[in-house]
């Protein structure tokens, strides 16, 4: 087997480095790794311990986020970056929430074809509504989990950069039997 010369050698280095750039677009760099991500589920049904749900909590416990079947559930996240970093605007192209329940359900403020601009110390406000599904798709008698994925892009119909994620539970589905309940309670 004949050696490469140097010159081969080279020409693959640099045919390697803009591999990337030929299949993506352009330089590829990965989605920030730390972000501030504040998240508040509004018009909930109840919010807080639920004994049915963690049988030993006291009253004011572990949480749970509860909402009826059929009703609308409004995800509100409040997305930073506080941490320097060599790129000082990243693109967010898509920002879900992914439940247990095998649907993701997405905000509208950004988009690949307009991505929201995220720079350090700016944070910008997603919003994602959708209706509680019924319990033949998500059981009332378990805690379901979900996932915020927030998508990236290296601009306007960029190419793709990667996404942050972060974990959530505690989601549950009342029927109106524990609604009632609930309301109930707030009366004594």
């Not at 009703?71 to 970056?81: E, G, R």
């Not at 029927?175 to 309670?185: A, E, I, K, R, T």
Request: charged share 5%; proline share 5%.
């Amino acid at each position: 087997m004949a050696v490469p010369s140097v010159r081969t050698l080279g020409i693959l280095l640099v045919v390697a480095a803009f591999l990337p750039a030929i299949l993506f677009g352009g330089p590829v760099r990965a989605s920030p790794t730390y972000l501030n991500v504040n998240s508040s589920w509004l018009r909930t049904v109840h919010t807080g311990c639920d004994p049915y749900f963690n049988s030993g909590c006291t009253y004011y416990g572990n949480n749970v986020i509860a909402y009826k079947s059929s009703a609308n559930a409004t995800l509100v996240l409040t997305v930073s970056n506080a941490y320097s970093s060599n790129v000082t605007v990243w693109y967010i192209s898509a920002v879900k929430v992914s439940m247990d329940w095998g649907t993701n359900y997405t905000a509208n403020q950004a988009s690949i074809a307009a991505p929201a601009v995220l720079t350090q110390n700016s944070p910008r406000v997603f919003t994602i509504n959708f209706i509680v599904p019924d319990p033949s798709v998500a059981s009332i008698f378990l805690q379901h989990s979900y996932e915020i994925i927030i998508e990236f892009v290296s601009g306007p119909y960029g190419y793709s950069q990667g996404a942050y994620k972060q974990s959530g539970s505690g989601f549950v589905i009342y029927s109106q039997d524990q609604v009632d309940v609930w309301n109930l309670m707030g009366q004594l």
